[in-house]
């Protein structure tokens, strides 16, 4: 792989079942002179129905009392500023290697790394990771199976395996803007720098995670040979160098940040976060941190913490450049091959958080409300579509559920039962937490006057 490629800022659309270019960079859809085609991507992202929405939905603590702690949209937000400043380090030393190709500055590194992160959770449904297990839950359910049996295997995967590192690129790709019609068309760059595991479910790993669903699968073999991504067979490709530093970004912040919540809503005392934090933060001195609260005192560890964090991945990177350019890079990720400070800092903090936050009761109680919350959805919106798809004809309950769909993306009897799930995957998953909730709430007829 070269970055002469690897930068390319080519955009596509879907015309007549084709994927082409979209018009010529000269044109509306190119760079101007106040903004380049990677800012261009940015305000795509930021202006989105997706990206609002992320405002309502769980990072860690689901529906959270305390307004400090993170949502998707703050951890988006922050992932990006990470994410900005390891590309724009990166960027400085391809550029002063002799790497960056001409025409391109460290900053467009910086950029495209800044909008694959910002992007990286548009498709996680409500509850998070769980809202995933919950959906996935549902369709591999036996007693479901009945739904699923005219379905090929790789739409039978993809229904059965919600994923939201997929469901997020379907949103770029699909469902933003030009629903249908190249959705984002953002720059083919940043849609390589997103794709952390770039195959299919058809793929070994493809029912624990991937990031292609049939339905952008054309879409993504036309922009990995744009990037000259390297292939592996069956609809497989090397990972885009920029996508590790987008994985870095979002490691880093969910490690660290995890603490800070938990500090903020009681579950942790800011010691123990300094002493996770100690091996990146030693060289102040204890004076500093008199005048300081216990907030404040670790949102400045934290800081200290992340800077160290860049400093060290960006180094990883280019040491290990050429061999991520050639798939030749052996380590699980870049925080694998960094110091054994940032190593140790990290796991510490992950390990702190597994026993500490993510198993607390209150936790715990709303991760089991998410299977019936969003189970009692499926369980209307799902026999509907089959109904009308295989039957041609629905009764009034499923008639009233299918006008759910109305404000979304529209079941139709032209649809084929894998494209009536993917719509009903779409609709559940960007519900919001509070959204999902409600609606569970409201049909199953509890609190009616």
Request: aromatic share 6%; glycine share 8%; proline share 4%.
């Amino acid at each position: 792989m070269n970055w002469q490629q690897l930068l390319s800022t080519r955009r596509f659309r879907l015309k007549d079942g084709e994927v082409v270019p979209t018009v010529t960079p000269s044109t509306q859809e190119g760079a101007d002179a106040l903004r380049t085609d990677f800012h261009i991507d940015y305000d795509r992202v930021v202006f989105s129905g997706a990206f609002r929405r992320l405002g309502r939905k769980t990072q860690v603590h689901p529906f959270a009392e305390h307004d400090h702690t993170h949502n998707r949209l703050t951890h988006s937000v922050e992932v990006a500023s990470v994410g900005r400043s390891l590309g724009n380090r990166v960027g400085v030393m391809l550029q002063a290697g002799g790497f960056l190709p001409q025409g391109n500055t460290p900053g467009d590194i910086g950029a495209v790394v800044q909008v694959a992160c910002l992007a990286h959770d548009l498709g996680n449904p409500p509850f998070g990771h769980t809202g995933e297990d919950a959906l996935r839950d549902w369709f591999r359910n036996p007693v479901h199976g009945r739904y699923l049996d005219t379905l090929s295997e790789p739409e039978r995967n993809d229904v059965q395996t919600y994923e939201g590192n997929a469901h997020s690129l379907r949103i770029l790709a699909s469902l933003e803007m030009y629903r249908g019609k190249g959705g984002m068309r953002l720059t083919a760059a940043t849609i390589g720098a997103l794709l952390k595991y770039p195959w299919t479910t058809l793929d070994p790993n493809g029912r624990k995670k991937f990031n292609i669903y049939q339905t952008e699968l054309p879409f993504i073999r036309r922009v990995a040979d744009e990037l000259g991504l390297i292939g592996q067979g069956g609809d497989r490709w090397a990972r885009h160098p920029l996508s590790y530093l987008m994985e870095a970004a979002d490691d880093i912040c969910y490690a660290l940040l995890d603490l800070e919540d938990a500090v903020e809503i009681g579950l942790l005392g800011d010691a123990e976060v300094e002493s996770i934090l100690a091996e990146l933060t030693f060289t102040e001195t204890a004076g500093a941190w008199q005048a300081q609260s216990s907030l404040q005192r670790c949102a400045m560890l934290r800081g200290m913490a992340i800077g160290r964090a860049i400093e060290d991945v960006a180094q990883t990177f280019m040491t290990h450049q050429q061999d991520l350019l050639s798939n030749h890079f052996k380590g699980r990720d870049l925080l694998a091959l960094c110091s054994p400070e940032v190593q140790n800092t990290l796991e510490k903090a992950k390990e702190l958080a597994r026993t500490r936050i993510f198993r607390h009761q209150s936790k715990l109680m709303t991760e089991i409300a998410a299977f019936p919350c969003l189970g009692s959805i499926l369980d209307l919106l799902v026999p509907a579509a089959h109904a009308l798809i295989t039957q041609g004809q629905v009764n009034t309950r499923q008639s009233l559920a299918l006008e759910l769909l109305k404000n979304s993306e529209p079941v139709t009897r032209s649809d084929s039962l894998y494209e009536a799930y993917m719509k009903i995957l779409d609709f559940v998953g960007g519900m919001t937490d509070n959204a999902a909730a409600k609606m569970a709430r409201e049909v199953s007829g509890i609190g009616m006057v």
